[in-house]
């Protein structure tokens, strides 16, 4: 996976371990969904109407652009939800 965020400070942090389509993956404690996932993937989702990538839009809660799926079926706001450890995410892959 090429990610679209590249981190820059706080790689000291300590490790916080999820996984993203059954793969075992690892961000840092403290950091949002959105960064924990787009430091890895390009986008957290495809659009239902046409298919193409999302990677959010507000960066603050608004907009809803962000929301990423779990394993468990519930979604979540990436923006503005803290990762927790062991989280699981469903992430399609992009096709076009
Ligand atoms: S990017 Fe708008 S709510 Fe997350």
Request: aromatic residues 6%.
């Amino acid at each position: 996976m090429s990610g679209l965020f590249m981190r820059l400070v706080d790689q000291d942090r300590k490790r916080c371990p999820f996984f993203v389509n059954g793969v075992a993956c690892s961000a840092r404690h403290g950091d949002t969904i959105m960064t924990a996932l787009l430091t890895l993937n390009s986008h957290l989702r495809l659009t239902e109407f046409t298919g193409s990538p999302r990677a959010g839009f507000c960066l603050m809660g608004a907009c809803q652009d962000c929301v990423v799926l779990q394993e468990n079926g519930e979604r979540v706001r990436a923006c503005s939800t803290l990762l927790q450890e062991n989280m699981r995410f469903v992430i399609p892959e992009q096709t076009r």
